[in-house]
Each structure stands twice: as structure tokens, then as C-alpha cells.
């Protein structure tokens, strides 16, 4: 005996009441099915039941279609579902659902009368989406089969918990499937007998009168084709596409199925005030004409139909009646105007909206005349209402379209107006949003810049400012990220259209690529437009605009007039950075302005200047209407003033002296179109005092007219000055050169004259000794000797004169090379003789203010910019050699620079080199530092500092 623990026990029990309560339902289901002829009427009924007793959330059948490349697709004719479960087509499946989004091994089974049961998550893929979609946990499904095919699917859905069926369950379930296959099949039994019954009932009704029975079925059959041209033009009407599309398919569609050879659309004119047309006429809108038949449109005299002469048939249109027939038994002039155009027989029904006559919609038959029997006009009387229904609808939508562009359009107008008068566009920019939000019936409406990541440099957007409507949370409650860094690569298709392409995109949102579709689900919404925010051509943003109760694409009118509104941010944002810039630009000049160690001025005329008057008339009105309208501290101190505005008002001949030199300079200044740079003035403050400043200035010209400009100023009275002693200086190192000369032609010329004579005088007693000397006076005589040592002597001390008359004469003087040159051109000129001759690349530069030096420090320093060049020359083989000599108030720098073969500094000892020894010693004398690098292949620099100040 085999005993099972209770657990166990009560498990098995639920099984067999589950099972128990499936068979009770399938034979309520089948009892069902027996009890009804039509199977289509009680299958809903059926399905509960087998929903019900199986505990299920959604019972359906699937029916096996095939598309046109063999492959099986379900239709879903029938579904159940339970209270609070949606539909699979309210959950968002689409119909007709391939069947190889499931696996083939899924689907296999059912080829053969087998079961498909699985779990939603050991699924993956289309699979798994679609029962996420719907909501199922688990599924099983069991083939109907009908007369030995496979006709469909029966499906059941647990929504609310997994279920995993047992195979007794499952074949409970097959059966099931099998009752509803034969209720199919006892439906196709009866119908069959009830198509055959018929049929025999017809056959020996055509029997007895097959000739009455022949013209009823062709009259049936003209209506029934009559009716199905109706039903498929009003079809076309419905297809969406646009209206005159629709229109001209419609009437091609009509003319050729019933086999009429013209058809017009005409729109009724109502008569103007005192016009000839007492009823109105009527116009040709649309036309469609067979092979050969000549268009109402295209002629003259008949594009507009007059109702003079046929007035009684325009009051019966517009009374809601039909006209026409026969041509040729019509009354003139309306006979003649169809027979013009070929017309055996013609037809017009009014179209009626709201009781009144819109238009007409008229049939002709050019072939043969054609007599319209009343059932065929009076389903001609529907098409007519169709198409004109459809075209006054098409109508009322253009209206409605017009009258939300018109609002739209406000909107915008509305929005750039605050753009406009904001001086920070992101002030008024909630308004904005709102204002286009609301206009255009979305959800939100945001502003979306453009960023790059900090660290990857990636694109990606944030999320500047967003407009809801009430009830809908921002998108950063869903999309954190859009507060930092949303990734662009996260949305494809936006990016293509928006950043690319720089387009407006407009998008369903369950037609987006992954992850981007999750992201916007997530956010609630059913479709999103964004119109891309252009400056400078350049992408710097976005206005998106969401819809989440319904998906929405706007249509290109309204796509171009967001995108106005787009421009007008991007136009509120290119002026806030210009206005920005300008600001800034503003307090640089104000600085500058103010802090400027130059005087800086703004001028302008009482009367503005024509510049087409002549020069001297110029040049006039300038000193007359000529003033200071602003200047700085600077300025105002030239002056002698210490407040700024003390000088605004100052006119040119307050400050101007009456000098040539100014007269040149207001010349000057008008004849090179009012501005000028570098030109000297004579000028006066406010205690007469006379300075001396270098000016520029530039004007402001407009329409032909000078109005004023700006100026500014140094003052080079101290320069001047300076000039004048240098002058001097020279007048005077002249002169002390006049006066050496004569001191060397009175003492070192004279030293050496006498050095001359006495050395000749000692020469002549030296040969006259020698030629009297005797072999017995070989000696020569004392007295000759002295005299010749005193000649010597005297020679001697004329040397000793004249070596202490040029020591003295040389301490006196300066360096030949700077007698006429200052230090900066004296070095410039050595390092230009240098290079002469030799592929040798030179730069002088001179640093600072320069200042007069002492003449030891100058000569000094040029005698060791000549050894450095010589070295650089001779020992360095250089190719490029820089000097820089540098002024300041403490110090002045001398600097040489080569590129030549360098050495090891380190293994330089000290004494080594006469040069570099002599260097040292002048800079040591003058209390000054030398530091001497150098690199192998690099080249040598050598930095000379001499101090200024003890």
C-alpha cells in the first residue's frame, strides 16, 4: 500500500477539482455548440465558459491565414477576457501576428494535433515581448481542426499567476478544441445543404421561369454591382489619403465599374447682387472622363454652368431633387451645350449638407444613351451623398485645421513678442512652453540643449526648462539623467533627423528603435515631435513636444510653424549672447578705459561735419564745434584736473595753441578722412602751462557726416625735453672733441715733435762719433757721449709727457663706437657687421623704456656683447644668434643667445679663457651678476645684470 504525506494528498485533490471543473466547463462549452446552428454566435459564449471553468484571465482562437510568401499568420476573431484584463490588441499586439515570432519548436507540435504550453519567462526575444505585452505568465494552446486541416488556435492566458498544465488538463483542453472544430464543420454541413437546397430551388424555379428569373438576376446583379462600386468608393474615402487623391480614384473607381463614360463633381455659386445669373451656377471641381471623351473642364464655355435659360432645373437641385436623361429629349440650352460635348444621356443629384444644396455630382454616357432605371439612381442618389459628404468633410476639416493653425500661429506670435522684450530669454521660457504647449494640445513642451560629456566627450542632451499639462509628471521623474547627461546614441532615429539631418522629427513612439522606445514609454508617451534649434547653423537644441494621452504626428503646416517658433528661441538666445558679450566687452572697455596710463577721450561736434564740404570749411567748423565729451583720469590730469567730468565741455581752442604745427595737425586729421595716428600738438592746461602729446584719433561717420569719435593721447613733454638736451648733449661732446684735438695738437703733437728732434740730434752725434774715431782713439770722447745721453734723456721725458697727456685724454673720452650711437644701436651694429659675409640668421631686441646710462656701464656692456659675438662666431660655428637688451628702473639685462656646438659648462674651470675672464671681471666691477649656460649641440647663452641703483 502506498501511502503520500498530506501535503501531497491535498495537492492531488486540487488537481482533480481543477480537472473536474475543466470537464464540467468543456461540456458546458460543447452543450453550447449542440444547442445552435450558427457557431459564430455562440463561440463568445463558449469561450467564457471554458475561461470560467478553467480559471483562465483570456481564452481566444487564433485562425491560420497565409500571406503571399506561404507564411503562416493568426487572425484573432474571437476573444474572452476576464474583468480587468485587457485585450491583446488593447495591450498593443497587431494583427495579423506571425507565427515564427514563437519558436518553430513551440509551433511544431501543432502541425500535428499536439499542444504548445509554456512559461512567459523561459521565452526570449519577439516571444517574450509579445506575452510581456499582454500581460501573460503562462500560455498553453491546442490546434482546432476542421474536416482534417488546421484551421486555427485554441489559447488560453493566466495573467495573474504561472500555470503549468498537466497532459490530462491539456487533452481536456484538446477536446474542447475538437467540439469547436466540429461546430465549424456541422456549419459548413449545413450551409452547403442550405447553398445546394437553394440552388435546387432555383433550378426548378428558372425552370418554370427561367426568362422572368434571367432579367430579376440581371437586375440583381446591375444593383448588386452598383451597390459594391458605392461600397468601395466610400471605402476609398475612408483610406486616408488625402482628399483630391481620394476624389479622383473614387471617380475613376465609379466610371469604370458602371461602365458610364463621364463623371463631374460641381460645387454650386451662389448668385452675386445684380448679377446676371439670377440662381447661381455651377462649377467644376472634379472630373473624371474615359478614353476618348472629351473633358467639361478643359472647355471654355462649360467649366462653369449658368443656370440662364435653365433656371428650373437649378431650383430643383437646389430642392433636393434629381435632373437629366436623355439629351435629345432635354429642353434648350442645356441640349446643346451636352450635345457640344458628345453627351448621349446625363444625370446630376444634389449633394445635400444640412438641407441645403452643396453641389451636384452628374453621370454622362457619351457611347449610347443610357436610361437610368430607379434602383440604379437611386444608388447613384447614396454615391452622390458620399462624395459630396466626404468633400464637404474634407472641407470642415480644413476649417478646423486653418482655424488651430490661425491659433498656432497666435501663439507663436504671442511667444516671440515675450522672446523680444525679455532681456533673459529663460525668464519668460515657461510662458513660452505653455503658450506653444497649449496651442498645439500636447502634453509637454520642452527645451533641450545640446551638451558634451566631461569626460568622454560624448553628445548628449539636458533638460533646460519643461511645460506639463496638469497631471503629467516632468520627464526627469522618469529620466533622471536628462537633469546631467542623456547619451544621443540612446535615440537613433532623433539624432539622424535632428543633428544630422538638422529636420524637424516627428515620431510614434512603439516605432522607436531600443533603448530609446523604453526610455519614452517609461515617460508615458504615445509620440513625440521636436523641431531643432538652429544658431549659426549650427545645432544648439531642441523644442520637443509629447503626447501621451494619444499619439499625435503633426502635419507639415504645423511642423513649419513650431519650427518659426524654434527660431524665434534661437533668435532670443543668439541676442542674449550678443547682449551678453556686449556687456562684457562694455566693462573691459570701461576698465581699460579707466585704468589706461594713456589719456583716453570721446569727442563730439555741436553740429555734425559734412565730409563733401570743402577741407579748409572742415577744418573750420571743426575748432568751432569741436568738445570733449568724456574722458578719463588720465586725460583729465594732462590737464591738470583731477575729476574727469571737469573736462567734458573743453573745446579744441581752449587747449589748442595757435601754432603751425597744430594747424598741420587739424589738417592733417581732416584730409585723411577724420581720423589720424601719430601726430604731435602743442597744447596748454589749465595753468598755461605748455605740453607736448602724441595723438591718434578716429571719427564716427554716418549718412556722409562726421558726428564725433574717439582719441587718445601721450604726453611726450618729458620726451621732448629730452630731445632738446640730447641736442645739446651733442653740441657739446662736439665741441669737447674740437677741444681735445687742439689739446693733443698742443701736447702729445708736440711731445713727439720734440721726441723726433732729440732722437735725430742723438742719431747724428751717434754716426759723427763712429766715422772720427781712430784706430788710436777707439773709445769715443766723453763730452760726445753725454751729449748724445742728454738728447736721449730729453727724448725720454718728451715720451714720458706725452704718455701721461694721452692717458689723461683717454680717460676723458668714451668709445669711438659710441660717440654718435646709443648702446641698443651700437650692439645692433656689431651683430650686423658680424653677420655680414656668413650664413649667420640675427635678432636684436630691446625690452623697456630705455634710459640714459653712465658711460662706464654703456661701454662695458658693449665690450661684452662684442666678445660674446666673437666667441659665438669663432669657437661656437653658430647659425642663429639672438640679443635682447632689457630696461628697467633697477637694472638694465643683457642677453646673448646661440645655437651653436655649446660645451660642458661643468668642466669649465675658473681662469680658463681669457674672454670669459674679462667678462667677469667688468661685471664684477660694476657690482653686477653673469650667468653663463651651456648645452652640447644646443648652443650658450650668457645673462649680464648690472644694477641701476646703489
Not at 533638460?463 to 539623467?481: A, F, M, N, R
Not at 546614441?489 to 543633428?499: H, I, K, R, S, W
Not at 638736451?725 to 672733441?737: M, N, T, V
Request: aromatic letters at 8%; charged letters at 25%.
Amino acid at each position: 500500500m502506498v501511502h503520500t504525506s498530506p501535503a501531497s494528498s491535498l495537492a492531488l485533490q486540487d488537481e482533480l477539482i481543477r480537472r473536474d471543473a475543466l470537464l464540467a466547463s468543456v461540456n458546458g462549452a460543447a452543450q453550447c455548440l449542440l444547442t445552435t446552428n450558427d457557431w459564430q454566435q455562440a463561440i463568445l459564449e463558449v469561450l467564457q465558459i471554458l475561461g470560467e471553468g478553467a480559471q483562465q484571465d483570456r481564452v481566444y482562437v487564433f485562425q491560420n491565414i497565409w500571406d503571399a510568401a506561404g507564411e503562416l499568420l493568426w487572425e484573432i476573431p474571437f476573444e474572452w477576457d476576464a474583468p480587468g484584463i485587457p485585450t491583446q490588441e488593447e495591450a498593443g499586439t497587431y494583427f495579423p501576428l506571425p507565427a515564427n515570432a514563437f519558436p518553430r519548436e513551440l509551433i511544431e507540435p501543432m502541425w500535428h494535433g499536439g499542444a504548445a504550453k509554456f512559461l512567459t519567462r523561459d521565452l526570449a526575444g519577439v516571444a517574450l515581448e509579445l506575452n510581456e505585452d499582454i500581460e501573460a505568465l503562462s500560455l498553453v494552446a491546442v490546434p482546432i481542426y476542421v474536416d482534417g486541416d488546421w484551421w486555427g488556435v485554441l489559447g488560453f492566458d493566466d495573467c495573474t499567476t504561472e500555470r503549468i498544465w498537466s497532459e490530462a488538463e491539456v487533452a481536456v483542453l484538446q477536446t474542447a478544441a475538437s467540439c469547436i472544430g466540429a461546430a465549424m464543420q456541422r456549419d459548413r454541413i449545413r450551409q452547403a445543404r442550405e447553398a445546394a437546397e437553394r440552388q435546387a430551388i432555383i433550378e426548378k424555379e428558372r425552370a418554370a421561369r427561367a426568362a422572368e428569373l434571367e432579367a430579376l438576376n440581371e437586375t440583381l446583379l446591375t444593383r448588386d454591382r452598383w451597390l459594391e462600386t458605392t461600397a468601395l468608393a466610400a471605402s476609398q474615402l475612408l483610406s486616408g489619403q488625402d482628399i483630391e487623391t481620394s476624389i479622383d480614384s473614387v471617380l475613376a473607381t465609379i466610371g469604370e465599374n458602371l461602365d458610364c463614360d463621364r463623371l463631374i463633381i460641381m460645387r454650386y455659386v451662389p448668385p452675386h447682387s445684380g448679377g446676371a445669373d439670377a440662381v447661381g451656377c455651377m462649377r467644376v471641381l472634379y472630373e473624371w472622363d474615359a478614353t476618348g471623351v472629351i473633358s467639361q473642364h478643359a472647355h471654355p464655355s462649360l467649366s462653369d454652368i449658368s443656370s440662364e435659360g435653365i433656371e428650373d432645373w437649378f431650383r430643383q437641385l437646389l430642392a433636393g431633387q434629381w435632373v437629366g436623361g436623355i439629351v435629345d429629349e432635354l429642353e434648350e440650352p442645356f441640349r446643346s451645350g451636352q450635345q457640344q460635348l458628345g453627351v448621349k444621356a446625363t444625370y446630376g443629384f444634389p449633394v445635400l449638407i444640412e438641407e441645403q444644396c452643396w453641389g451636384i455630382v452628374s453621370m454622362d454616357y457619351c457611347k449610347a444613351p443610357k436610361a437610368l432605371s430607379p434602383a440604379e439612381l437611386a444608388v447613384f442618389e447614396t454615391t452622390a451623398a458620399c462624395v459630396g459628404s466626404a468633400i464637404y468633410q474634407e472641407e470642415i476639416r480644413r476649417d478646423r485645421s486653418a482655424r488651430e493653425r490661425a491659433q498656432l500661429l497666435s501663439a507663436v506670435a504671442e511667444a516671440a513678442s515675450l522672446l523680444l522684450q525679455a532681456s533673459y530669454y529663460e525668464t519668460v521660457l515657461p510662458e513660452v512652453l505653455a503658450l506653444l504647449g497649449k496651442a498645439v494640445g500636447s502634453d509637454r513642451c520642452s527645451v533641450i540643449k545640446n551638451v558634451t560629456h566631461p569626460t568622454t566627450a560624448a553628445a548628449g542632451v539636458i533638460l533646460l526648462h519643461e511645460w506639463c499639462q496638469t497631471g503629467v509628471l516632468i520627464s526627469t521623474e522618469y529620466t533622471p539623467d536628462l537633469e546631467t547627461f542623456l547619451a544621443w546614441d540612446l535615440v537613433p532615429e532623433f539624432y539622424e533627423q535632428l543633428m544630422l539631418k538638422q529636420t524637424s522629427a516627428n515620431f510614434l513612439v512603439r516605432e522607436l528603435q531600443e533603448p530609446g522606445r523604453s526610455i519614452f514609454v517609461e515617460q508615458g508617451n504615445a509620440s513625440m515631435s521636436a523641431v531643432p534649434i538652429l544658431i549659426n547653423g549650427q545645432n544648439w537644441g531642441l523644442i520637443s513636444f509629447d503626447n501621451c494621452a494619444e499619439a499625435r504626428l503633426y502635419d507639415d503646416a504645423e511642423m513649419a510653424i513650431l519650427k518659426v517658433a524654434a527660431d524665434c528661441v534661437a533668435g532670443a538666445i543668439t541676442r542674449q549672447t550678443q547682449n551678453d558679450a556686449l556687456r562684457d566687452s562694455e566693462e573691459r572697455y570701461r576698465n581699460l578705459f579707466e585704468v589706461s596710463s594713456e589719456g583716453l577721450y570721446r569727442f563730439e561736434y555741436a553740429q555734425p561735419i559734412a565730409v563733401a564740404l570743402p577741407v579748409e570749411q572742415q577744418i573750420e567748423q571743426c575748432i568751432e564745434h569741436f568738445y570733449i565729451a568724456e574722458a578719463n583720469h588720465t586725460y583729465a590730469a594732462m590737464y591738470g584736473f583731477d575729476d574727469p567730468k571737469a573736462v567734458v565741455g573743453t573745446r579744441l581752442a581752449d587747449i589748442h595753441l595757435k601754432s603751425d604745427q597744430n594747424n598741420a595737425f587739424v589738417r592733417a586729421f581732416i584730409e585723411n578722412g577724420h581720423q589720424i595716428q601719430n601726430y604731435e600738438s602743442e597744447e596748454r592746461d589749465r595753468d598755461g602751462q605748455t605740453h607736448y602729446f602724441l595723438n591718434g584719433a578716429i571719427s564716427m561717420i554716418r549718412n556722409g557726416k562726421v558726428y564725433g569719435g574717439w582719441g587718445a593721447q601721450l604726453n611726450i613733454t618729458e620726451l621732448k625735453q629730452a630731445q632738446q638736451d640730447s641736442e645739446e648733449a651733442q653740441c657739446a661732446i662736439l665741441e669737447e672733441r674740437n677741444r681735445l684735438a687742439r689739446e693733443i695738437h698742443d701736447t702729445l703733437a708736440q711731445s713727439f715733435t720734440g721726441i723726433s728732434i732729440h732722437l735725430e740730434v742723438a742719431s747724428k752725434i751717434a754716426y759723427t762719433t763712429a766715422d772720427s774715431t781712430t784706430e788710436d782713439s777707439a773709445v769715443p770722447q766723453a763730452s760726445e757721449l753725454a751729449q748724445a745721453q742728454e738728447h736721449l734723456n730729453r727724448a725720454r721725458d718728451f715720451a714720458r709727457k706725452g704718455l701721461s697727456e694721452a692717458r689723461r685724454s683717454v680717460l676723458a673720452l668714451r668709445s669711438g663706437d659710441l660717440e654718435n650711437d646709443e648702446l641698443a644701436d651700437a650692439l645692433q651694429k656689431a651683430l650686423a657687421i658680424a653677420a655680414e659675409g656668413r650664413t649667420l640668421e640675427t635678432h636684436f631686441y630691446l625690452e623697456g623704456e630705455p634710459i640714459p646710462l653712465v658711460d662706464d656701464i654703456q661701454l662695458n656692456l658693449l665690450r661684452i656683447g662684442q666678445e660674446t659675438i666673437t666667441n659665438a662666431i669663432r669657437h661656437a660655428q653658430a647659425t642663429q644668434l639672438d640679443i635682447t637688451l632689457c630696461f628697467s628702473p633697477a637694472a638694465v639685462r643683457l642677453r646673448v643667445v646661440d645655437n651653436g656646438m655649446g660645451f660642458d659648462s661643468t668642466l669649465l674651470a675658473d681662469g680658463i679663457g681669457f674672454g670669459l675672464i674679462g667678462i667677469r671681471e667688468r661685471v664684477t666691477r660694476l657690482k653686477g651678476q653673469v650667468e653663463m649656460r651651456s648645452t652640447p649641440n644646443v648652443g650658450t647663452s650668457f645673462d649680464v645684470l648690472i644694477p641701476l641703483t646703489t
